[in-house]
């Protein structure tokens, strides 16, 4: 478990993290390039089994904010049905009744995400930080928690260190213990972080932790 308690008051990324930042790119397109055989396998069979599930489109696409504030939209296979955002924006809930029975699967074993790996060869992302929020939330949250737009120094991630260690969380209490994680990998953030993070990921992939 990471110690989130004592973290300093910097804004910004340390020379040497900054530096750390063109490799992690780099390395980012490269694992993108080395599995992308298996990657487009499994993609193409997601399609076809939520097209066959029904005729609503595949992917979905939603505004969210990344680097320094940006907003860029984001995408993922469609898991809920279409009028799912029809009251605005939302946190999934457990046994949310939007989620459909393949995106109950594909949500639990993170391959509703495997579409940002667009976002990340755009780079909107990378494979690793923190989760980009909704628009809708990240004024919210920059209103009611302290240093919320510090997690926007580095580029949001597909997978994070707040996701393997804390799993979803819905509402304003969880997200500040999310803030945490999120200011700890900034400012501790280093190729064996990464590492350490990409590997717990498939952990939580294969037992399905903290998935809605």
């Not at 900054?18 to 390039?33: E, G, N, P, Q, T």
Request: charged share 25%; aromatic share 10%.
């Amino acid at each position: 478990m990471i110690d989130i308690q004592n973290l300093n008051s910097n804004n910004s990324l340390s020379n040497s993290n900054s530096s750390y930042m063109v490799a992690k790119r780099l390395f980012d397109l490269s694992l993108i390039l080395v599995f992308s055989p298996i990657i487009i396998l499994v993609m193409l069979v997601t399609a076809i089994l939520i097209k066959l599930e029904s005729n609503d489109p595949i992917l979905f696409w939603q505004k969210r904010v990344g680097l320094h504030g940006k907003v860029f939209n984001m995408v993922k296979f469609r898991s809920m049905t279409t009028d799912s955002e029809k009251k605005g924006s939302q946190f999934a809930e457990e046994g949310d009744v939007r989620i459909t029975k393949l995106g109950r699967f594909i949500r639990k074993m993170r391959i509703d995400e495997l579409p940002q790996l667009w976002n990340v060869i755009r780079g909107d992302m990378s494979l690793i930080g923190p989760r980009p929020e909704q628009v809708a939330f990240v004024k919210e949250f920059e209103k009611t928690i302290y240093n919320y737009s510090r997690r926007h120094n580095v580029l949001p991630g597909i997978t994070g260190l707040a996701q393997i260690e804390q799993g979803y969380v819905d509402d304003a209490n969880g997200t500040r213990t999310k803030l945490k994680y999120d200011l700890y990998y900034i400012e501790n953030i280093s190729f064996l972080m990464d590492i350490r993070i990409a590997l717990q990921t498939l952990y939580t992939m294969s037992t399905g932790f903290g998935a809605r």
